[in-house]
């Protein structure tokens, strides 16, 4: 059983990845922002082609057939993607703004979700005291304003989703964030 994906997979993938980098002008932290945007599309991808290459003796046809049909049109959307992002590389319009901005969602994303770690008290052992109404208020008015952006963030979504949908079909990544926590340097 090889774990290997394809030659035409791999060469598909760093394509993206050339032609993501060229639409957002080849900076650094835009091209990290799409391609984790980008990467959970290519991992499920990369799973229905593990699938396909590690299918059991006694898979029926229909599951293999809609398996190769799943790639088929994951194929098709990605051609049209890359073709959105070529576009967005040599010109300055829609398109352009489109891949610019689905960067800045994901930064937005990420300081977001790292804001709410950040925020979180410092647990203390001796404090019993309760919250004052002031503190109460405080911790109402981030819980609104949290609840605010997680809506947003999911009509966004939503709206992206409907995007992809309509027309020529194309995907436009999803994004969850995930935060790596760093050691911190103890030099003594």
Do not use: C
Not at 4 to 33: D, E, G, I, M, W
Not at 90 to 101: D, V
Not at 146 to 170: C, I, Q, W
Not at 172 to 177: A, K, M, N, Q, V
Request: net charge positive; hydrophobic share 35%; charged share 30%.
């Amino acid at each position: 059983m090889s774990n290997h994906l394809p030659a035409s997979f791999r060469s598909l993938y760093r394509l993206y990845l050339r032609t993501s980098s060229a639409s957002v002008l080849h900076q650094r932290q835009a091209k990290k922002n799409l391609a984790q945007r980008w990467r959970p599309i290519f991992d499920a991808g990369a799973n229905v082609v593990r699938e396909l290459q590690n299918k059991p003796k006694d898979a029926s046809p229909a599951w293999v057939q809609s398996r190769e049909e799943w790639l088929k049109v994951w194929n098709k959307r990605l051609d049209n993607t890359l073709q959105l992002l070529y576009t967005s590389s040599q010109s300055r319009g829609l398109p352009h703004r489109i891949t610019r901005n689905l960067g800045f969602m994901v930064a937005n994303e990420k300081d977001r979700a790292l804001t709410k770690l950040v925020k979180l008290p410092k647990w203390d052992p001796q404090k019993k005291t309760p919250p004052t109404s002031k503190e109460l208020v405080r911790m109402e008015a981030r819980r609104k304003e949290e609840e605010f952006h997680d809506n947003a963030s999911k009509a966004l979504d939503e709206v992206m989703r409907f995007a992809e949908t309509y027309g020529p079909g194309l995907t436009l990544g999803r994004y969850t964030p995930t935060i790596r926590r760093v050691a911190r340097r103890t030099d003594n």
